[in-house]
């Protein structure tokens, strides 16, 4: 999730194939850890930033614990190393996710292509061989939703009495910011790949309803491996039908259900069995391959409901320092349907 970028929408509503099977490096570890015909299920996580008092180590043992082999992270030049080596003796896979040298609103397109590239190129290289698959950007197209009284790229007026677009079609993305999107997302593409030509490459969009973004990366000329969908509503069927029409399997790298902390406890660990249960009778059909929960630990130093969508309660010990609670209701309920069979 892309920090109040999310907040905003959510407010107003009020594959294993794909790992690397490379003889010399260490992508033979990252086989995903999962059953047979079923997805792989991961969860969000902020290892680096959020949560310094909560040891790496008790992080990915929670990640275990609650029947999932993979964590969706950011990526970070030097803490990283030590993160994947604790992931890799527990079992777990990481999923770094790389964003532009932003940001976009402050560069032309033109540096946000370079300095992306370089960017991607260096964190590729220094990890190389060691990470099967890569998030490039997150989120990255609400930058250029169309507002009210903006021009189209086809010469007409979005209307100035309506709220920002849906992002459902190509039109409802303002072309000059929709230029910096772009040059971000190619800048990354070519400099992961020159970076690291073996491994694989996903890229995205924050659900919602955002398809017209994936017709505008076409256009473009951007070629990803992996499809990124985001998921707090409950993805219609329509939508993945589209998203399969591109040809890449789907990994849906965040959700949750209900808005995660607008609902009682007890109905968010209701709709979370029901939003795992939706996925598996997708997988096959549209080659959802993948789904990972927002997220890990609670972050109650947010003061609304992003604060309450974690699995695990967080709390102050004595000494005013954070530390893991018990698991939720919403933790309960995911360790018991990813228990069960697909």
């Given at each position: 999730?892309?920090?109040q970028?999310?907040?905003?929408?959510?407010?107003?509503?009020?594959a294993?194939?794909?790992?690397?099977?490379?003889?010399?490096?260490?992508?033979?570890?990252?086989?995903?850890?999962k059953r047979?015909?079923?997805?792989?299920?991961?969860?969000?996580?902020?290892?680096?930033?959020?949560?310094?008092?909560i040891?790496?180590?008790?992080?990915?043992r929670?990640?275990?614990?609650?029947g999932?082999?993979?964590?969706?992270?950011?990526?970070?030049?030097?803490?990283?190393?030590?993160?994947?080596?604790?992931?890799?003796?527990?079992?777990?896979?990481?999923?770094?996710?790389?964003?532009?040298?932003?940001?976009?609103?402050?560069?032309?397109p033109?540096?946000?292509?370079?300095?992306?590239?370089?960017?991607?190129r260096?964190?590729?290289?220094?990890?190389?061989?060691?990470?099967?698959?890569?998030?490039?950007g997150?989120e990255?197209?609400?930058?250029?939703?169309?507002?009210?009284?903006?021009?189209?790229?086809?010469?007409?007026?979005?209307?100035?009495?309506?709220?920002?677009a849906?992002?459902m079609?190509?039109?409802?993305?303002?072309?000059?910011?929709?230029?910096?999107?772009?040059?971000?997302?190619?800048?990354?593409?070519?400099?992961?790949?020159?970076g690291?030509?073996?491994?694989k490459?996903?890229?995205?969009?924050?659900g919602?309803?955002?398809?017209?973004?994936?017709?505008?990366?076409?256009?473009?000329?951007?070629?990803?491996?992996?499809?990124?969908?985001?998921?707090?509503?409950?993805?219609?069927?329509?939508?993945?039908?589209?998203?399969?029409?591109?040809?890449?399997?789907?990994?849906?790298?965040?959700?949750?259900a209900?808005?995660?902390?607008?609902?009682?406890?007890?109905?968010?660990?209701?709709m979370?069995?029901?939003?795992?249960?939706?996925y598996?009778?997708m997988?096959?059909?549209?080659?959802?391959d993948?789904?990972?929960?927002?997220?890990?630990?609670?972050?109650?130093?947010?003061?609304?409901?992003?604060?309450?969508?974690?699995?695990y309660?967080?709390?102050?010990?004595?000494?005013?320092?954070?530390?893991?609670?018990?698991?939720?209701?919403?933790?309960?309920?995911?360790?018991?349907?990813?228990?069960?069979?697909?």
């Amino acid at each position: 999730m892309q920090g109040q970028d999310r907040r905003s929408f959510l407010a107003g509503l009020g594959a294993a194939s794909l790992l690397a099977a490379c003889a010399g490096d260490s992508r033979r570890a990252l086989t995903p850890l999962k059953r047979e015909g079923d997805l792989i299920w991961g969860v969000n996580g902020h290892p680096f930033q959020a949560y310094p008092d909560i040891p790496l180590e008790t992080q990915i043992r929670l990640v275990r614990e609650l029947g999932m082999t993979h964590y969706r992270i950011g990526s970070h030049d030097e803490k990283m190393a030590r993160l994947k080596t604790i992931a890799d003796q527990h079992g777990v896979t990481l999923l770094p996710i790389i964003h532009p040298d932003g940001p976009l609103k402050e560069k032309t397109p033109e540096q946000l292509y370079r300095d992306s590239y370089n960017r991607a190129r260096w964190r590729t290289r220094r990890y190389r061989g060691q990470f099967a698959i890569w998030e490039l950007g997150n989120e990255l197209e609400n930058h250029a939703i169309i507002k009210p009284c903006e021009m189209r790229d086809d010469g007409t007026q979005y209307p100035c009495e309506w709220g920002p677009a849906g992002g459902m079609y190509k039109l409802d993305y303002y072309g000059p910011r929709w230029k910096k999107v772009s040059a971000s997302l190619a800048g990354l593409l070519d400099g992961a790949r020159e970076g690291d030509p073996d491994a694989k490459y996903a890229i995205g969009t924050a659900g919602w309803g955002h398809l017209g973004a994936f017709e505008r990366f076409v256009e473009d000329g951007l070629e990803w491996d992996i499809t990124i969908w985001h998921d707090y509503e409950q993805v219609r069927e329509s939508f993945l039908e589209t998203l399969a029409g591109y040809g890449k399997p789907i990994w849906i790298t965040e959700f949750n259900a209900g808005g995660g902390g607008f609902e009682t406890e007890e109905d968010n660990a209701r709709m979370l069995t029901e939003r795992i249960a939706y996925y598996r009778s997708m997988r096959e059909k549209y080659r959802v391959d993948a789904a990972f929960i927002y997220e890990l630990l609670d972050e109650p130093y947010w003061d609304d409901f992003e604060g309450k969508m974690g699995l695990y309660r967080v709390h102050k010990n004595d000494e005013d320092r954070w530390e893991v609670g018990e698991p939720k209701p919403a933790g309960r309920a995911v360790m018991r349907a990813l228990g069960e069979s697909a």
